[in-house]
Every structure is written in C-alpha cells, then in structure tokens.
C-alpha cells in the first residue's frame, strides 16, 4: 500500500517568511519522493527529488526537502517566500523501481502576502 | 531540464465526437508515459501508464475503450477520448518518467466538450 499525505490544503505567508509544506507517506518500499509546483493555468514543474541518496534535498528557487525516514516525513522547506512562489504544490511518492506506482498528494495552496 | 509538449492546449468538440491528444518528450526518450486528468482545484488523478510498445495499463474506473493510449514510440504517446460526452470536459496532463522515477510534465490540454 502507497499513500501520500499534504496536512495543509492552504497555506499563507508573508513574503520573507520562511515556508513549511508538510508530506508525510506510506509505502511498503523504499520510496522515492518528489515535490512538484503547478502555477495557475499551467503544467506542474519538478521542484526536487528523493531517491534515496542524500536525506536533505536541494531544489529550484532555493526550496529544499528533508527525508525523514522515522517520521515518514518529506516536508518542503524554503528560508524566505517570494510572491512568484504563490503556486499550488504537490508532494509524490512512488514505490521503489521508479514508476510503476505513483500517488500523488492533494496539494496545498500557497499562498505568499507581501 | 527534460521538456514534455502538448498537443493540442485546448480544444473544444461536439458531444460524439472524438478528440486526440498527443504528447511528446522534446529532448529525451521516454519508455514510461503517464495520462491524468485533473478536475478544477482538485489533484491529479492517474488514468493510466504507458509503456512504450506494449499496452497501456489502466487505473480503476478509467474505461480503456473511451480513453485509448497509444505509445508508439519513446517520444510519443496519445490519448484519444472516444465518443466524448460533457463530463469528459476537464485538463487532461501528461508526463514522461526519467531515469529516476521523476515525471516532466506537458503544460496539459483543456478539453470542453459542448
């Protein structure tokens, strides 16, 4: 069984502020975990992945992720917001073996107040 | 990064009728392609995985024979929604998996079928 878990459905912060999307996972194998960005009215963009090299992954426009295998956690993080991150965000699993299976997250709206 | 097209963005067809969408890695080979369909300020949900040269393999409660997959080549796949009907209308995504088991994403093809 694979399930995938975004805890917000939206989250608002101040530009400057630091961000924090919530993912937590289940899998019967060693997954690997994505996080992707939809902007309104267009394709989802790879922000980063997990596939398990490096437990704390960096990706595009300075979001990085952690792995937490104790936690069955994948929360995204990023230090400072800025108004162009306002975007709709999908957190992924997919079992070991790439992609044979994937689940995605119900997303989480984040939305960036200047 | 891997660029994924779509073809064509947004199309509008008469109920009965049916509409072909192609999607095309532009700059890598893809032997797994994915088709979603993604209702308004709801997630993706998987219809189905294609594999380049064989059939496409369906999730539950997608109907393979209104949603014909064809993945000819390892740069192109289609989806074909046969005898469309208005609940058919809705943003059909495609992707193509990488090496690791991440997806690059099309910019996605609004259906309306009136």
């Known amino acids: 069984a694979q399930s995938v878990t975004q805890l917000d459905s939206h989250v608002s912060v101040s530009e400057g502020t630091p961000v924090l999307l919530r993912c937590n996972y289940s899998?019967?194998?060693?997954?690997?975990l994505f996080w992707y960005v939809q902007h309104p009215n267009k394709g989802l963009q790879l922000l980063l992945k997990?596939?398990?090299?490096?437990?704390l992954v960096k990706g595009i426009n300075g979001f990085e992720a952690e792995f937490k295998k104790s936690e069955t956690s994948f929360h995204l993080t990023k230090p400072s917001a800025h108004m162009s991150d306002a975007a709709e965000y999908f957190c992924v699993v997919t079992n070991s073996g790439g992609y044979q299976k994937v689940t995605f997250g119900t997303g989480t709206k984040l939305q960036v107040i200047p | 990064g891997a660029v994924v097209s779509q073809h064509p963005s947004r199309v509008i067809c008469k109920s009965g009728t049916s509409v072909k969408i192609e999607c095309r890695s532009l700059d890598f080979q893809a032997t797994t392609m994915f088709w979603y369909r993604q209702f308004p300020k709801k997630s993706l949900m998987l219809m189905a995985t294609?594999?380049?040269?064989?059939?496409?393999?369906?999730e539950q409660g997608v109907e393979k024979d209104k949603f014909l997959i064809n993945h000819a080549s390892l740069t192109l796949s289609t989806l074909t929604v046969t005898s469309a009907h208005p609940e058919d209308s809705s943003f059909y995504i495609c992707s193509a998996a990488g090496l690791a088991g991440e997806q690059y994403f099309g910019p996605g093809t609004r259906l309306t079928v009136t």
């Open positions: 997990y596939t398990s090299a490096a437990t």
């Open positions: 294609s594999n380049e040269g064989s059939k496409a393999t369906y």
């Open positions: 899998s019967s194998y060693s997954p690997s």
